[in-house]
């Protein structure tokens, strides 16, 4: 769910264009997600191989991709989340609970013939598992399209590969990224420019935005580590919030007292007793250097095989999205081409 940083956050709504030649780290596990919950029947059943396996998640990544890679130049580099903080583990179980009420909501509306609010339910009962991750690996390896497995959270891996140069900006639908220290944050990296809304059961235009991590933190006059402490007063996946401390609120008490020892001491006790872990979390979060952000050959028998044979998928679309990919790898090889005739000598 990550912290709800919207009232007080400093974007910039940008086109896709502007994403053209650049190369981002995606939160993979954030990516995948949003088409489990999208990629969808009617009633609300996610896609399915002919042998059963849920193959929503793998629709999405290959069509949205090579639309992003060849339609707008992009160069994405997929970041896996490893084994989550022990703190997590509450908002972990908070998840699953949430999960089981929308699948029996689902149900019942399936009974009720009501498939529109069946399809609003469902899209809240996705679980990505193991053998999904894998097969969405898999895919990755056989477009040639790196992907990191982090140690611990994908969006730490992503800002610090952000942070080294690697990459130019991180990009994932929670805030996290900016308490993790990423400069530049990339938020809904879609095609369709719609964003859904389950529990109205309809769509709201959305177009990707930009936060600039420095820009941010200089309106607010006020330190990465101030915007990790105002978090933890809101919320994070590593710590509950104070009830009826939102985010303006919290704004102001850090930027009075300035970090939470110095908070009065009827708001400071009710600050979770690890905070300093959480806040040592962020900044000094579990990481790899063991990574490569380079591009590997098209697999093209091996994707046929996977998608067509294995998964189901339709031999012509997917034969669209492998024309999609070279149309992308030759133009990227002509970009690296004309940059190395134009180095000084």
């Known amino acids: 769910m990550g912290v709800n940083l919207t009232p007080i956050i400093l974007k910039h709504t940008i086109r896709l264009s502007v994403l053209s030649g650049r190369k981002i780290a995606v939160d993979a596990n954030n990516y995948l997600y949003q088409f489990l919950a999208l990629v969808r029947t009617p009633s609300g059943y996610p896609l399915l191989s002919p042998k059963g396996t849920v193959t ?37 179980i908070k998840r699953g609970k949430i999960r089981e009420k929308f699948i029996q909501e689902w149900r019942e509306a399936l009974q009720k013939g009501d498939y529109a609010q069946a399809f609003s339910k469902a899209v809240m009962t ?63 990296l879609t095609i369709s420019g719609k964003e859904f809304l389950p529990s109205k059961g ?6 990707p935005e930009l936060i600039i991590l420095d820009e941010f933190l200089s309106k607010y006059c006020i330190s990465r580590e101030q915007l990790i402490d105002l978090s933890m007063l809101i919320g994070t ?40 872990d959480v806040r040592r979390l ?34 012509n679309r997917v034969k669209k999205a492998v024309q999609r990919i070279k149309v992308s790898r030759a133009k990227m090889e002509q970009d690296i081409l004309k940059r190395w005739l134009l180095r000084p000598n």
């Open 202 to 207: 309809i769509s709201r235009p959305r177009n």
């Open 126 to 188: 996705s679980r990505l598992t193991q053998p999904m991750i894998e097969d969405a690996k898999m895919l990755l390896d056989m477009l040639g399209i790196p992907y990191v497995q982090a140690p611990s959270e994908a969006e730490a891996q992503a800002a610090y590969m952000t942070m080294k140069g690697d990459v130019w900006a991180s990009s994932s639908k929670d805030y996290d990224s900016l308490l993790f220290g990423t400069p530049l944050l990339v938020r809904y």
């Open 56 to 92: 929503s998640h793998l629709e999405g990544l290959l069509y949205r991709t090579t639309r992003l890679t060849s339609d707008y130049g992009m160069s994405l580099v997929f970041v896996f989340d490893g084994k989550p903080p022990k703190y997590k583990e509450k908002e972990i």
């Open 282 to 315: 962020f900044l000094e979060p579990e990481v790899t250097s063991e990574y490569t952000t380079d591009y590997g050959a098209l697999k093209e028998t091996e994707l046929y095989t996977f998608l067509c044979d294995e998964k189901g998928f339709s031999k």
């Open 237 to 276: 996946d590593f710590n509950e919030g104070i009830r009826g401390i939102g985010p303006k609120t919290a704004l102001k008490l850090i930027k009075k007292y300035g970090e939470i020892e110095s908070l009065p001491e009827d708001i400071r006790t009710k600050v979770p007793g690890h905070y300093r």
